[in-house]
């Protein structure tokens, strides 16, 4: 009888649980929010007017050299070298990864005193010294060291043009930052997983190509995709070398037209636009290496601007509604 009666009898908070219809959806308002964004929208709009009614920003001219030849045989160029320059970088730090993490002592000197040399030292100080080499070294020869064997010899100022100066310049300082991207993206892999392949027979590159690579794409991608971006706005340097990208034609037109606002509102154009192409495969190849374990929302800013939080859900008595 008594475990009857226990069994019968409701429990603390079964009593006090509240129903389903006594949950009331209350939306969280962010009135903050909306005032920082009317705020934002307004100084917006005020800059862009203020830019359309400016007469010293000559319009006229910009239209004039937005689609001009001379502008897309720079855009060839830039885009030439900023795919030539990731594709070397990307190749050569991944050997110089993987050299830093051996074991082998001199594999790792020299792949850290590479990354020590191109990490070290500005980027433009790169681009005037290959593109200027010609002053350190007449000709490159090869052949057999300390002997008059020689197998080619080249004229340097020849051999070393402005573009494959440029390209030199930009590929092998990326390769110093693609290498310490690339290492960081091996190491977060558990070594667990290089061991259970080791253990089924699996060679070291067959396993670094197979099992560890793909794994740590998903910390690879994100910043090389910035890298990439970076690198194609870092192809203006080369401007000093006259390597004929983008920056070098827009140069050479205000040079003789004497509009360099215009014109560097040309360039800013293209480069804008050339970014917001490049951001549409790093966002595709983020999502496709970070299925399963990506972190946070991957809607586009424009959803996440208009959505709202979730909304919070209060606990009301049936006598409080019902006073």
Do not use: C
């Not at 009898?9 to 949950?23: C, F, V, W």
């Not at 060839?76 to 050569?92: C, K, Q």
């Not at 830093?100 to 681009?127: D, E």
């Not at 870092?234 to 040079?255: C, E, F, K, P, R």
């Amino acid at each position: 009888m008594a475990t009857a009666a226990l069994a019968g009898t409701p429990r603390d908070h079964d009593r006090d649980a509240p129903a389903d219809e006594d949950l009331t959806v209350v939306p969280v308002r962010h009135y903050g929010r909306w005032i920082a964004a009317l705020v934002s929208v307004v100084s917006l709009s005020g800059l862009v007017g203020s830019l359309a009614t400016n007469a010293n920003l000559r319009w006229d001219i910009i239209g004039d050299y937005i689609l001009a030849d001379l502008i897309f045989d720079g855009l060839a160029t830039t885009l030439w070298l900023t795919v030539a320059s990731m594709a070397l970088g990307l190749v050569l730090g991944t050997v110089i990864a993987v050299m830093r993490l051996s074991s082998n002592p001199v594999l790792y000197g020299l792949s850290s005193l590479f990354v020590w040399a191109f990490r070290g030292t500005p980027l433009l100080v790169q681009i005037i010294f290959w593109g200027y080499a010609g002053a350190l070294y007449k000709s490159v020869l090869i052949g057999i060291p300390f002997t008059d064997i020689t197998f080619i010899q080249a004229d340097t100022n020849t051999l070393l043009t402005p573009t494959i100066a440029a390209l030199l310049a930009l590929g092998l300082n990326e390769a110093a930052y693609a290498s310490e991207i690339v290492r960081a993206g091996i190491q977060s892999v558990d070594t667990g997983q290089a061991e259970a392949a080791h253990s089924l027979g699996m060679r070291p590159t067959l396993t670094m190509r197979r099992i560890v690579l793909p794994q740590a794409m998903r910390v690879i991608i994100p910043p090389m995709g910035n890298e990439t971006i970076n690198m194609l706005k870092m192809t203006a340097l080369v401007s000093v070398i006259a390597a004929h990208d983008l920056m070098s034609n827009i140069q050479d037109v205000y040079a003789q037209n004497y509009q360099v606002i215009p014109m560097l509102v040309v360039a800013s154009l293209w480069y804008l636009a050339l970014v917001s192409l490049l951001s549409i495969p790093q966002t595709w190849l983020e999502r496709r290496y970070g299925r399963g374990s990506a972190r946070g929302d991957h809607s586009s800013p424009l959803r996440r601007m208009f959505s709202g939080s979730a909304p919070v859900i209060t606990r009301t008595d049936k006598k409080e509604k019902g006073r």
